[in-house]
Nanobody, 121 residues
Framework: QVQLVESGGGLVQTGGSLRLSCAPS????????MGWYRQAPGKQRELVAT???????TYADSVQGRFTISRDNVKNTVYLQMKSLKPEDTSVYYC???????????????WGQGTQVTVSS
């Protein structure tokens, strides 16, 4: 069973930085698009950033210019570098990835368990 493991969340002051990481546990056959989403209390989950296997990235308008998504295709890891953090960035951040676990399997979307990011004012 593939699981995505996230790390890097925490508490930071306004204007600070954090870097999130996410990778599947165990070996997998391939990963295509990977991304980060977030969900604040009482709100719907929203897209933060995505990145294709070729490195093309997209961002939500609210994080453009402050967040950078990247990936290491050797380590099967996706990163989210967050700078100039604001209180409104406070959320649980989830990574997702489009994964083929085995050569013969279909591609499925997997989600991480979420990591809390709290930005204090």
């Amino acid at each position: 069973q593939v699981q995505l493991v996230e790390s890097g969340g925490g508490l930071v002051q306004t204007g600070g930085s954090l870097r999130l990481s996410c990778a599947p546990s165990g070996s997998i056959f391939s990963i295509k698009a990977m991304g980060w989403y977030r969900q604040a209390p009482g709100k719907q989950r929203e897209l933060v950033a995505t990145i294709t296997s070729g490195g093309t990235s997209t961002y939500a308008d609210s994080v453009q210019g402050r967040f950078t998504i990247s990936r290491d295709n050797v380590k099967n890891t996706v990163y989210l570098q967050m700078k100039s953090l604001k209180p409104e960035d406070t959320s649980v951040y989830y990574c997702n990835a489009h994964i083929r676990a085995y050569f013969y399997s279909a591609e499925y979307v997997y989600w991480g368990q979420g990591t809390q990011v709290t930005v204090s004012s």
